[in-house]
């Protein structure tokens, strides 16, 4: 089992910076990545970004140059870096981890909200 914590999240301004960090633990040796996803009020969840076990990363093409996924070693901390933030990135923003061989995400945290203000 892998355990996952948000935390980070809050009001910010239009234009402001959040970073949001994915506290995990457990067993860790088997997560080959971490998604990052939110969900604004009435919409489907979206997916924001991800990184892998060996650090590179992807993005939704709508959120390219603002939003950065980052990693410690070892790897038991990822974070989002979100900058010039807008009011329509109010949302719950959720990380996830994949195990190897999985299409799925196998583990997801409770999400942390994050509202800018206009």
């Known amino acids: 089992q892998v355990q996952l914590v948000e935390s980070g999240g809050g009001l910010v301004q239009t234009g402001g910076s959040l970073r949001l960090s994915c506290a995990m633990s457990g067993r860790l040796f088997n997560i080959n990545a971490v998604g990052w996803y939110r969900q604004a009020p009435g919409k489907e969840r979206e997916w924001v970004g991800l990184?892998?076990?060996?650090?590179?990363?992807n993005y939704a093409d709508s959120l390219k140059g603002r939003f950065t996924i980052s990693r410690d070693n070892p790897w038991n901390m990822v974070y989002l870096q979100m900058n010039s933030l807008e009011p329509e990135d109010t949302a719950v923003y959720y990380c996830a981890a994949l195990e190897y061989g999985s299409s799925t995400y196998d583990y997801w945290g409770q999400g942390t909200q994050v509202t800018v203000s206009s």
């Open positions: 990184i892998r076990r060996g650090g590179s990363t």
